[in-house]
C-alpha cells in the first residue's frame, strides 16, 4: 500500500495507481466506518450497496497520480471531518488493472457480506474476468469461485 521512504512513492503509483506513504501519510481506525459507494456502475462495485461496519483502520489523504485516466474511485468513508477515498480501481496506461484497498486490517470484518463482495469482486475485475450479472455470492464454497484460465 505504500512505504514509509518518500522515494518510493512514485513506483507504487506507477503500479497501483495510489499509496500511503512519505513522512506525511495518514492512518487511524475508524468507528461505525460508513462505507459509500463512489461508482455503482462500476464492475467491482457490482451488486453492492453503502454499508457500515463497526471499526476499521484505513490509511487517508493519498497519494494519487496527476490526473489519471480511467481511475476510479469507489469507495469513500467519513474520516476526521472528510470523506476520504479509501477504495480504488484504475486501468492502467500499460492495459493492467490495479485495485487499491486501503482497510483489511481487523478480521472480524470479513463477517460482513458486502466488505466480501468489494474484496472478492476487485480481485475478479483486476484479473479481467467477467462478472456475473447480480455481483459475487460471498457465501459460494471457495470451490465454486475457481475461475476460467486465460
Known amino acids: 500500500m505504500g512505504a514509509r521512504d ?18 506525511d501519510r495518514k492512518y487511524t481506525v475508524v468507528n461505525k466506518a460508513k462505507f459509500q459507494v463512489s461508482a455503482p456502475k462500476h464492475p467491482v462495485m457490482t451488486g453492492i450497496q ?8 484505513f490509511y487517508y489523504k493519498l497519494k494519487v497520480p496527476k490526473n489519471p485516466k480511467h481511475w476510479t474511485p469507489l469507495v469513500k468513508v467519513p474520516i476526521k471531518g472528510s470523506v476520504e477515498t479509501v477504495g480504488w480501481a484504475w486501468e492502467r496506461p500499460d492495459g493492467g488493472r490495479s485495485v487499491g484497498y486501503s482497510g483489511l486490517h481487523f478480521h472480524v470484518n470479513w463477517r460482513h457480506e458486502q466488505y466480501q463482495r468489494l474484496i472478492a469482486q476487485a480481485v475478479l475485475w483486476a ?24
Open 6 to 23: 518518500a522515494k518510493l512513492i512514485a513506483p507504487f503509483l506507477k503500479l497501483f495507481g495510489g499509496c500511503h506513504g512519505g513522512p
Open 127 to 150: 484479473l479481467k474476468q467477467p462478472m456475473p450479472k447480480e455481483g459475487l455470492n460471498p457465501k459460494l464454497k471457495p470451490e465454486m469461485l475457481e475461475l476460467r484460465r486465460r
Open 50 to 57: 453503502s454499508f457500515e461496519l463497526p471499526f476499521e483502520e
